[in-house]
């Protein structure tokens, strides 16, 4: 069972990138912290309690492309021995086209390295992604398919619901594990709305008045038929790009995030204009 879902995954969900569309503000550069807990509201079987954290920083523009750095820290006690401890620390980069991606995530478990990716992907002409990994094995894989960047994705999602769409349906790149993972996705959209009534206080200045949209997607694994998704994600995503609230469901328990910490941060001097 993860303990969180793949890096590219989370921070997509937290990042608004590319061209955005006419009736979305431009991405806002900041520092969130998330505090995460155990969703009382689902039954969570042997997990006995589970708590987190989720320290998160974006930078940069449509022109000279998104950084983003990201933290999680995770506990899970079973009752059982001692809790069970992770730490997911991942930096990535992507241009504002969403023609290539770049990043660097390790995965730690009470101390042991799980995982340590390093990988690349391109959009080549045919418009197929080719990911040059350089750890945990060094290859190159062509993926196929229509696949869209992670924030990317994001983007189609906000231009989905500036529309009206309540679905969208989409394959995503997340690379995480190995560098070639991929997901399908479901979206679900709901209704627009401003209320800030919920809203961490130190947030509220950079937020209210903003539109924000509920999101539910959910992650399928693109190589299993008919099956389950591997975790669904629940969130308030704003026009400016930034995350109010979070949940992140696996399926035999949930994780619940409320945003306790927000800094905005100096966006570029000079001022974008995405290519058309």
Known sequence: MPLRPGSASLALVLTLAGLLPASAEALLPHRAGYKMTLDASKNSGRL???????????RGDACEGYTVNMRQVSSLDTGEGAPVRSEMVSTSW???SGNAYRFKTRDRMDGDTKSDVDAQANRLDNGDLQV????????????KGGILMPTEHVVHVLEAAAKGDSLLEAKVYDGSSDGTKVYNTLAVIGRASTDTAKLFDGAKASLSGHTFYPVSVSYYDAEKKDASPEYVMT?????????GELKIDYGDFALRGALDAFEPLKAS?????PKK
């Open 48 to 58: 006995d309690d589970a708590s987190g954290r989720i320290d998160y920083e974006i």
């Open 235 to 243: 969130f308030t995503l704003y026009d400016n790009g930034v995350i």
């Open 132 to 143: 040059k990994i350089a750890k945990p094995d060094a290859r190159t894989v062509d993926l």
């Open 269 to 273: 001097a000079t001022p974008c204009q």
């Open 94 to 96: 992507e241009d504002g």
